[in-house]
């Protein structure tokens, strides 16, 4: 079945380092990618998203890009802030099924 | 502000009681969603409705259940059959069924007494 598997968490850095969270995929047709963030003890915020291969997602610095030979799609940034620390997930979407497969969540933790 | 309204913020269960997580929107969407998530694990579907007066069970809805009298209203009732039940819980809605991004509440955290 359809699967997202997300690197283990927690990442911490420090501020202003580079950030990958990688994210893989197994899925038996065409899916949608989507990464979502979590602040601490709210919801989730979609942060960006792409829709075929090849597609380049971005956000608040943020990027991910969908990746069909490697079935990845994972999140980068440059420089991190403080204010980037919560919760990251991976989740890819069929249009129509209409149902969200979340990987199991990255926590990110960036010290000043 | 259009938005998903989850209350109570913390709710405490003792061991065999039903107790209801409430789940109210404003955005006029017609699909609302149940989530249960659990420490180190994603977001697993526990229920879904894309209409008034319709649900479906999603991926782990025994000891739950869900009415839809309303249409901005998707209330949850954790059942004493759900042996396990502490976890956080988050509701979702969307425009309709398959319609992307969803919106999500702030959740309720559930805990057992």
């Known amino acids: 079945g359809d699967s997202v598997t997300q690197m283990e968490g927690p990442v911490t850095l420090s501020e202003e380092a580079f950030l990958t969270i990688n994210c893989t995929y197994t899925a038996t047709g065409y899916p949608s990618l989507f990464w979502y963030v979590q602040y601490p003890g709210e919801g989730l915020q979609l942060l960006l998203k792409a829709t075929k291969a090849d597609d380049k997602g971005s956000n608040k610095g943020f990027e991910a890009t969908y990746r069909k030979e490697t079935t990845s799609f994972h999140l980068e940034k440059g420089s991190v802030q403080v204010s980037d620390s919560a919760v990251y997930f991976c989740a890819l979407f069929y249009n129509q099924g209409g149902k969200l497969i979340f990987g199991q969540g990255t926590e990110l933790s960036v010290k000043p | 502000d259009g938005g998903i309204t989850q209350s109570p913020k913390y709710l405490f269960r003792k061991e065999g009681q039903n107790v209801t997580l409430s789940c109210e929107q404003n955005?006029?969407?017609?699909?609302m969603y149940w989530y249960r998530q659990d420490p180190g694990q994603g977001l697993r579907l526990i229920y879904y409705?894309?209409?008034?007066?319709?649900?479906q069970k999603g991926d782990i809805a025994e000891g739950y259940s869900v009415s839809r009298e309303k249409k901005e209203s998707f209330p949850l009732t954790v059942t004493s059959a759900q042996k396990n039940p502490t976890a956080f819980y988050l509701c979702?809605?969307?425009?309709?069924?398959?319609?992307?991004?969803?919106?999500f509440g702030d959740g309720t955290r559930l805990s057992i007494l």
């Open positions: 955005l006029n969407h017609d699909a």
């Open positions: 409705s894309q209409i008034v007066n319709d649900f």
């Open positions: 979702a809605s969307t425009a309709t069924r398959g319609a992307q991004p969803q919106h």
